[in-house]
């Protein structure tokens, strides 16, 4: 097996969401007898992951799917039921587009070329969870290369209540069928990433700002769509009305 294959592999794991509540991943002798190959060709796999920002290491205690648990992760799980979908992008609106400014002062080349590289994963993935895992990707690396802890610790925050698979299943159906197709995403990330890459911080602001409100709008319209099917099916007798609905 070559070690893109085995890096596919690992995704696959890694998409599932089938590795525990701390996103461990088996030992590199354990990954290596699952998918027989060799500890050397595991461990080469896991570097290119860890540079790719989908999984992070811990001496000691082993690989963990994507980035270290912040000090946020405890008070997003307190208020996760507090807030809804909706309330998370406003949130993101205010947050993002300066985090994307910075970034176009204090980005390196080399962190650039990375953006590309994982807007080039998303174009490959070939199922909702890889699109979602790409896109995440993406967006926490723009959070921590502006090199503002504060403003990275309310991205966390955001990053942490958003992961609720519920909500990541309604932003793909969004994506499908309100307009804000992968096509479109692909080319505001286009767009997002030659302003960061050129330095524009006003340019970059503005490009995601742009590309969230895409996202905003496609979500919005997913929900309301929801709520008049759900509303019909109440109607004919078919079903008790979800309350969940209004909270997302």
Known sequence: MSEAGLKSRMLDLIAAGELGSDGRLPTERALAERFGTSRRLVRLALDALEVEGLVWRKQGSGTFAGQPSDPTGD?????????????????????????????????TDAEVARLRMLAHRQVEATDPQGTELWDGALHRLIAHCARNRPLLTAFALLDRIRSNPDWVALRARARVRNGASLAVTLSEHEVLINAIGAGDPALARQAMYDHLSTRFAALRAELDDEMLLSNASVMDGKVAPDPSLARR
């Open 75 to 107: 008070l997003a799980a307190r208020i996760a039921g507090e807030t809804d979908a909706l309330q998370v992008m406003e949130a993101r609106l205010c947050i993002e587009p300066e985090l994307a400014a910075l970034c176009a002062l204090r980005m």
